[in-house]
């Protein structure tokens, strides 16, 4: 064993490199022996705060996904922001007039697709629009009838924007023609979620942020190969 103190003075040059990670090297007399060395080392994520304390890595992100009957495209979505959400982003859905089902079509794609399906059901925008309700960052609309309807007003004053897709439940034709029509949609609806889901949330400012999720709105859709 050593019989003398450590001498860590040597990587007192390297302290520009420890705090570019968030790591504070302290100094301090060693009382028993009278030499200075490094005996403290802080670990320090910098991390951004809200004005309510909450850190910015540590936010929750609520998204209402609207359409009229809410039984095929705002199902689709609410359930894929909850599996590229991570967590983070929470998916919900609803409709201004439900039809109180939801389409066959669209469980059976998401189950063949892996996406989770518990929970989904056609349900009115009301049960979202009492005081108490969940309060909602961004609600969006996917169709151009909830689009044009006069919406509730929503607890929290969230974000809106309208990234409208054709109806996949109003094609007529084959069951094989159907069931293209709604991954037509999916296709549609994960490539503008994912696409919403890169944006630097946490620290653009809010015109440039509205102006982006508009932008997704607009994003051409894609065509999927039969």
């Not at 420890?18 to 994520?45: D, E, K, M, P």
């Not at 999916?186 to 503008?192: D, S």
């Amino acid at each position: 064993a050593a019989s003398g103190p450590v001498d860590l003075s040597a990587y007192h040059h390297r302290g520009s490199i420890f705090r570019s990670v968030g790591i504070s090297l302290h100094t301090a007399r060693l009382r028993t022996t009278g030499y200075r060395g490094f005996v403290a080392i802080q670990i320090a994520v910098s991390v951004h705060r809200r004005t309510n304390g909450e850190t910015m890595n540590s936010r929750r992100y609520n998204v209402l996904f609207l359409c009229t009957g809410n039984s095929a495209r705002s199902i689709l979505a609410e359930s894929i922001m909850n599996k590229w959400g991570n967590g983070q982003f929470h998916g919900f859905s609803a409709g201004s007039h439900p039809n109180g089902k939801v389409n066959p079509l669209a469980l059976e794609l998401l189950k063949q697709l892996d996406f989770l399906t518990e929970g989904l059901r056609s349900k009115s925008w009301d049960e979202f629009a009492a005081p108490k309700a969940i309060h909602f960052d961004f609600v969006i609309t996917v169709c151009d009838n909830a689009a044009g309807e006069a919406c509730p007003h929503w607890p929290g004053q969230p974000m809106t924007a309208h990234w409208g897709i054709p109806d996949p439940a109003a094609v007529e034709g084959t069951e094989v023609e159907k069931k293209f029509a709604f991954r037509q949609a999916f296709k549609a609806m994960e490539t503008r979620i994912k696409l919403f889901l890169s944006l630097p949330i946490a620290s653009i400012d809010k015109m440039r942020l509205q102006e982006r999720m508009n932008a997704i709105g607009k994003t051409p859709l894609e065509v999927v190969p039969k």
